[in-house]
């Protein structure tokens, strides 16, 4: 299951993971390359053979829940600076 998020910009976006080094993000459409390692594939052993897989794929739906939970601690970390930066300006600005 493919899960879309919206952007700020109003985008979908897909929510990806990398096997390489788990860096999880959204883009519009599965990247061939990491944008945190850079790396494009990555050697998995199955059996006696080694097959050569893309690094990047679809998030699984536990890593969606992370991603989203740190993504929205981030939002409200973001959200509570601006209002003490306000605040701050607010206070110099009374004196
Ligand atoms: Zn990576």
Redo the contacts with the bound molecule.
């Keep these: 299951m493919i899960e879309l998020i919206n952007t700020k910009d109003g985008e979908l976006h897909m929510i990806c993971t990398?096997d390489?080094?788990h860096?999880t993000f959204e883009c519009p459409k599965l990247p061939t390359r990491?944008p945190?390692?850079g790396?494009e594939t990555r050697s998995h052993k199955v059996g006696s053979r080694i097959v050569s897989l893309t690094?990047v794929r679809e998030a699984t739906e536990a890593e969606i829940d992370c991603y989203k939970r740190i993504r929205r601690e981030l939002a409200e970390e973001e959200s509570q600076a601006a209002a003490a930066a306000a605040l701050s300006k607010n206070l110099k600005a009374l004196g």
Excluded: L, P
């Design positions: 990398c390489n080094c860096y990491c945190d390692c790396k690094c």
